[in-house]
């Protein structure tokens, strides 16, 4: 059975005299364990998806369901990185982890959340900077941290809404490999649902990248990567079958963009 | 050495000096002006001064703590120019700095008495304000729909000059403490319901739609999330009922009173005794400074978060 699955999901919004169609019949399956990158153009409806993933939306058709249950709402076998805004200004980095942990165990002690804290804050290099708060960290520090919040909360599927999307391209790469390494050592594997705009991210990440088309949010394409893990930037970029690869991904990409009228810009 | 000497070539140290020679000039005003006093206090703030450029090593804080000692020192040069230096103004309506100090450390006992009354009154009205309008207006901000409309109620009521609560409140409440109390409370409640509703209004959606991904708890999304978020919004609101009670509170102790500065201007207005109604401004100016300051301070403690 697979982790998540979507069944024809449309998604509407409805606006003051109209009603607009963010996501049209979506269907597709994310297997426990897998990483998957779902890569669009800005405006496709990539974040759209994942809210109904979260569970802070509900699609207008279809269903989705987790371990064969439909979604009702947030849950605690998920954890969410946004772009911007997942962590709490007012509280410490110490005190955010804390936080995220006591709201799926209430029993700890106050040194044991302590300690699960700063042990997932040191895994993602963040040893101190436990008491400083979010906004005297940069931005790559500050998806450090809700990462660690994230992975201490022990959720069964990440979901990230293009995490990486506002921190600089040298910090990108460092942060991408992080996020790979504490990916597959962790013991029992999370499941990803990982929304990018960025082919190479994509492509160095996923297991399977899904390729979306706006207006209405359709898939466009499901495509396999499997080069072979662990993966680093560095080893993909030398080999010739990667960059062939990514020509043609670009090229369905590019074909797609070009198909629409303005179309929009896409980071690669 | 040589710096340290240069550093005290400045306004302050000018304006101290001014003030001396100033001394040497006669007085004019007929009766005994106390001019000692004027001349300690001044001097005690000098040493006072001196001793802090020398220990502190913070250049930011001194020149704030310079500055102020300086327009002090420019306010009481003038004030003496103008009173017992040359008698240009009224002896009868415009007492020297001396004989105010003279009559505040006369009245001492009962100024101290007074002030603790007024803060009483105001500590109590205001944290009746802060417990009810805050979960009221945290609430109000959860229900939307409920809150649009409350918004409107709120702006309504916090238009409302609070002075107009003081008749009501004095035929309502005979006891003056209690009707006190009620005017205070009264106004600072709206100010701060509006902010507290207002901040919740303009919290970033990410950060709500962040935290229940959390599964954050009712209680806990209330006082965890959103009252820190708004917290910004809330202080404003609090810092302005603060004001209008302190406005109140004066203007109710001089209308039906008998306690507080409120009270002792009024009751010294009547005998036209302006000495003491010089002693009351000050002391109620100071008295607001004071609080002021620490109000401050508590905001910028609390909101430390914001870079
Ligand atoms: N709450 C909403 N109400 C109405 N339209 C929305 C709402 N959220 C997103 N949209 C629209 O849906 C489309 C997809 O948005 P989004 O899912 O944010 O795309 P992406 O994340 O791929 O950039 C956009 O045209 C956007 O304007
Ligand atoms: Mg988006």
């Known amino acids: 059975m697979s982790k998540i699955e979507l069944k024809n999901v449309t998604l509407n919004y409805a ?70 805004y997942s962590l709490f200004p007012w509280m410490t980095t110490r005190g955010n982890v804390i936080y995220g942990i006591k709201q799926v165990n209430k029993k700890l002690t106050n040194q044991e959340l302590t300690a699960i804290a700063d042990d997932y804050l040191e895994k993602v290099g963040l040893s101190g900077f436990e008491n400083k708060y979010p906004l005297q960290l ?100 030398e080999s010739k079958k990667y960059l062939n690869f990514r020509k043609e991904l670009l090229a369905t990409f590019f074909n797609d963009i070009s198909e629409k009228i303005g179309g929009e810009e896409v980071a690669l | 050495m040589k710096d340290k000497l240069k550093k005290q070539l400045n306004i302050t140290n000018l304006l101290f000096i001014v003030f001396l020679l100033i ?89 101290l008495e007074g002030i603790q009354s007024s803060i009483f009154i105001i500590i109590q009205g205001y944290l009746l304000a802060l417990v009810t309008a805050i979960p009221l207006g945290l609430a109000a901000g959860w229900h939307i729909r409920f809150g649009n409309s409350f918004l409107y109620v709120s702006k309504f009521f916090g238009s409302i000059p609070p002075i107009v609560y003081i008749p009501y409140a004095i035929a309502l409440l005979p006891a003056f403490r209690d009707a006190s109390v009620f005017v205070i409370f009264a106004a600072s409640f709206w100010p701060i319901l509006g902010a507290t509703m207002a901040g919740v209004f303009n919290i970033e959606k990410k950060i709500l739609d962040s935290a229940k991904t959390l599964n954050v708890g009712k209680l806990s999304m209330l006082f965890h999330v959103m009252l820190p978020a708004a917290l910004p919004e809330i202080l404003m609101g609090c810092s302005q009922g603060l004001g209008i009670s302190f406005i109140l509170l004066t203007s109710a102790e001089m209308i039906g009173g008998k306690t507080g500065m409120g009270y002792y201007i009024k009751y010294y207005s009547d005998f036209g005794d302006f000495t003491r109604i010089v002693v009351g401004i000050i002391v109620l100016g100071v008295v607001v400074s004071i609080l002021t300051y620490f109000f401050n301070l508590l905001q910028s403690y609390l909101l430390r978060w914001r870079q």
């Open chain 2, 23 to 111: 001394q040497l000039l006669p007085e004019q005003y007929s009766k005994e002006t106390y001019e000692i006093n004027i001349i300690i206090f001044v001097i005690g703030i000098q040493v006072i001064y001196l001793l802090l450029s020398f220990l502190n090593k913070k250049e930011e804080k001194m020149e704030t703590i310079q500055d102020i000692i300086a327009i002090s020192y420019l306010l009481i040069i003038i004030w003496q120019l103008l009173t017992s230096k040359s008698a240009i103004l009224n002896e009868l309506l415009f007492p020297a700095p001396g004989i105010v100090i003279e009559q505040f450390i006369a009245d001492l006992p009962k100024i």
């Open chain 1, 138 to 237: 940069s931005g790559g520090m500050q998806q450090r941290a809700a990462i660690a919040r994230a992975l201490a909360m022990s959720p069964s599927i990440l979901l990230m809404d293009e995490p990486f999307g506002a921190v600089d391209a040298k910090n990108r790469k460092i942060l991408q490999e992080l996020l790979l390494e504490l990916w597959e050592n962790s013991e029992e594997k999370k499941t990803v649902v990982f929304v990018t705009h960025d082919i190479d991210e994509a492509i160095l990440l996923s297991d399977r990248i899904i390729m979306m088309t706006s207006n209405p949010g359709r898939i466009k394409k499901e495509i396999p990567i499997d080069f072979p893990r662990p993966r680093t930037g560095s080893h993909l970029l």
């Open chain 1, 15 to 84: 606006e003051r005299k109209s009603v607009f169609t963010a996501l049209d019949d979506v269907s597709f399956s994310v297997k426990a364990g897998e990483f998957v990158s779902i890569i669009g153009a800005s405006g496709c409806g990539k974040s759209s998806l994942l809210s109904l993933l979260e569970g802070l939306n509900f699609p207008t058709q279809g269903v989705i369901t987790i371990d064969g249950q439909e979604i009702t709402g947030t849950g605690e076998d998920r954890a969410v990185v946004f772009q911007h």
